[in-house]
């Protein structure tokens, strides 16, 4: 008897349980090629502006309004929000010192925290909300009203004419105000220290003087170009990529925020492992215990 051949099945597609996670991969792949382009597109923008920078400083013309607006007009919000932040940090810290009878040391702490973190931060987050949203609103408005295009019809540079003086412009000042934030915030913990609370002022200024050095402020100092150069190049970026429309606008600005704020932070983390290691490496009897 022959036996009976029983017929080959089709193998079941795989495509029904596949396609979620092959759709997933795709966008996945299809959003980092799009930062990868928008990566090197901010970076040859980057490279463009430097090279300006270096063959071509701009004219008085441009270069003073910039800097009226990102120096002057920024003063007085960072000054303030540096004093309010010295207040506030002996406010938090007081209690936890007393308790361990090292009232006298909470100037070292402060000051230190100030100068060598806090204060070049805020400085370069208040200038990211005021200075860096209102580039980005600024160019993103020129380019959708298309004067950019009306720059480059008539042989002029937008990166030189537009990008240049507020890059130089945030270079120049940003150390200032970074100063002024130190300044004022050393100033307010100072006073809120000595005048409202039972802190005897020459211990509190002695440690402050014994632990925090010149090195401090230069490394506070030294991060803010670093800090300022993000926020302009950032700010400029996304306005000259502003898409078209009020709304473009606006999310060019928001995006000029939240960007500047992430590079402050990354930037202030990578910045200050590589000075600590300068510092200890150059003096490693420095005082470590407070």
Request: charged share 10%; proline share 5%.
């Amino acid at each position: 008897m022959s036996q009976a051949i029983e017929p080959v099945r089709a193998s079941e597609p795989l495509g029904g349980w596949l396609s979620p996670l092959v759709a997933g991969i795709g966008l996945l792949g299809a959003r980092m090629i799009t930062a990868l382009v928008a990566l090197g597109d901010f970076t040859v923008f980057c490279l463009r502006t430097i090279g300006w920078l270096f063959s071509r400083l701009p004219r008085r013309e441009t270069l003073l309004p910039a800097c009226y607006q990102i120096g002057v007009l920024s003063l007085p919000v960072v000054a303030l929000t540096g004093t309010f932040i010295g207040m506030v940090l002996v406010v938090q810290s007081y209690v936890q010192f007393r308790q361990l009878n090292l009232e006298t040391r909470l100037g070292a702490v402060i000051n230190m925290s100030i100068v060598r973190e806090l204060g070049p931060v805020l400085a370069a987050t208040m200038l990211a909300g005021r200075v860096g949203s209102a580039m980005a609103a600024e160019l993103g408005t020129m380019r959708v009203t298309e004067q950019i295009d009306a720059l480059t019809s008539m042989g002029a540079n937008p990166i030189y004419y537009l990008v240049v003086p507020r890059f130089l412009g945030c270079l120049l000042l940003i150390p200032a105000l970074t100063i002024m934030a130190d300044f004022m915030g050393v100033a307010g913990a100072y006073f809120y220290a000595t005048w409202l609370l039972p802190i005897d002022s020459h211990f509190y200024l002695e440690n402050s003087r014994r632990f925090v050095g010149a090195f401090d402020l230069f490394a506070g100092v030294f991060k803010s170009l670093f800090f300022g150069a993000a926020i302009s190049l950032i700010g400029c970026h996304r306005g000259f990529n502003c898409d078209p429309g009020a709304e473009g606008v606006g999310k060019a600005a928001t995006s000029a925020f939240v960007y500047s704020f992430v590079a402050i932070l990354l930037l202030d983390l990578i910045l200050a492992i590589l000075l600590d290691a300068v510092y200890y490496t150059i003096w490693p009897e420095a005082p470590k215990i407070l």
